[in-house]
């Protein structure tokens, strides 16, 4: 079992067990390598990113420290800003196949001209192909709906991002999505393993094979076919510009969702959005052999770099599912204890939650609450 999900109950163990020996044989969750640990501690891969990125794993290296976390960071401080970065990219990538795990901000890409981006080409080297994002109510952080609780699975290796784009004559531009039948049903076995796990009850597809026949056509019946070995779990399936609206009107309905990559994005920002902002929605990438966990709507928030304004919660509920999947759910629930705490009503918060704690302040009470 994948070391991130929490363990089974009874019943859904029971229910595991009754999936047939294909489902079982071919997902991620069985064969997942493990990370590294020697003499009790835990090597992990620190890319701290762009924009806020300095400043937010500042505060997780001071939170773990106060916590005595067993976990040294390896850091690399590479940049989308940078016009090279092959070296330093090659760096980081041998370390994470090291360490097996890294702990990420948001790297920065340049819009239409220069570079790809460094964050999907990380996904793809290491095929971290399930990107998961909580969406959930924070006790004392206002929001515009009450008993949000949704869990986003999207497909980060293929889709809109697959960077295959030309221009067939001028004024004419041809841009690839890709969705492949292997790939489309790992990522719905992911979340129908996902929710049995969990204790979740339904998995909503999200698609728009009414335009996209051939490709999100694939995507749905392929994730419709996975759905049948899973009887115990309900699922459905939503056009991507109804899942919108029903997201921002009625967000209570949805438990499990599993879509393609751009989709991912969308409605990870609506998320972000709806609980609170970009500042407190952790998120994670796994794929078999590597994990790498990062703020869940992944924002790089050049704006405020450098201001100490930055809500770090994001990036530290990340590194507490990091520390759930490294096996230490007592360091995990002891931070994510102290992160409620100090968000919880009353309590002085950043300014993306309307207070003025600056980053270092908040951290200083995360500490206090630990
Ligand atoms: N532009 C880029 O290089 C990248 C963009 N993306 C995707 O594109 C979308 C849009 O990106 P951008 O326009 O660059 O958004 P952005 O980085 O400008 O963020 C949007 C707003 O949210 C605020 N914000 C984000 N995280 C915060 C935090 N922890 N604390 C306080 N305020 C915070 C920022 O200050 C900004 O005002 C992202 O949501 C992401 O999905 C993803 C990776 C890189
Ligand atoms: O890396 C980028 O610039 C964009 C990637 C993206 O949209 C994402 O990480 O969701």
């Known amino acids: 079992m994948l070391r991130s999900l929490a363990r089974p109950s009874a019943a859904t ?33 620190l890319i701290p990113g762009d924009g806020i990125g300095q400043e ?43 360490n097996r795990v890294g702990l990420k901000g948001i790297l920065y890409t340049p819009i239409r001209q220069g570079h790809g981006s460094f964050n999907v080409a990380m996904r793809k080297e290491l095929d971290i192909y399930a990107s998961v994002a909580h969406c959930k109510n924070m006790p004392g952080v206002e929001a515009r709906h009450k008993d949000v609780d949704f869990v986003i699975i999207r497909e980060n290796t293929e889709g809109e991002y697959s960077g295959l784009e030309h221009q067939s004559v001028p004024g004419v531009v041809e841009s690839l999505k890709i969705i492949t039948r292997p790939k489309t049903e790992r990522i719905a076995r992911y979340a129908f393993d996902y929710a049995l796990r969990n204790g979740r009850k339904r998995v909503t597809i999200v698609h728009k094979a009414n335009i996209m026949k051939l490709a999100d056509g694939l995507f749905l019946n392929t994730c419709r076919a996975v759905a049948k070995e899973y009887p115990s779990i309900q699922y459905n399936d939503m056009i991507v ?30 998320g972000a959005g709806l ?32 201001r100490n304004t930055a809500n770090p919660s994001s990036l530290i509920l990340s590194a507490v599912m990091m520390l759930r999947h490294l096996q230490l759910p007592a360091h995990a629930d002891q931070i994510e204890a102290a992160v409620h705490k100090t968000l919880s009503a009353g309590a002085p918060r950043t300014p993306d939650l309307g207070g003025t704690q600056s980053t270092t302040e908040f951290t200083k009470a995360i500490i206090a609450n630990l």
């Open 241 to 270: 510009d109804n899942t919108a609206m029903q997201l921002v009107s009625r967000p209570q309905q949805f438990d499990v969702m599993v879509m393609p990559n751009l989709y991912g994005s969308i409605v990870s920002n609506i």
């Open 56 to 98: 937010t794993a500042a505060s997780v290296k001071a939170v773990f420290a106060a916590a005595k976390v067993p976990v040294e960071f390896e850091q690399f401080d590479l940049s989308g800003f940078a016009q090279e970065n092959d070296g330093l990219m090659r760096e980081a990538l041998s370390s994470l196949r090291r």
């Open 275 to 306: 609980i609170g902002g970009p500042g407190i929605v952790p998120g994670a990438n796994y794929g078999r052999e590597f994990a790498i966990f990062e703020p869940g709507s992944r924002h790089v928030a050049k704006d405020i770099q450098g």
């Open 13 to 45: 163990a029971q229910a595991a067990s009754r999936l047939s020996a294909r489902a079982m044989m071919s997902t991620i969750v069985e064969d997942a390598v493990g990370p590294k640990c020697y003499g009790g501690t835990y090597t992990v891969t």
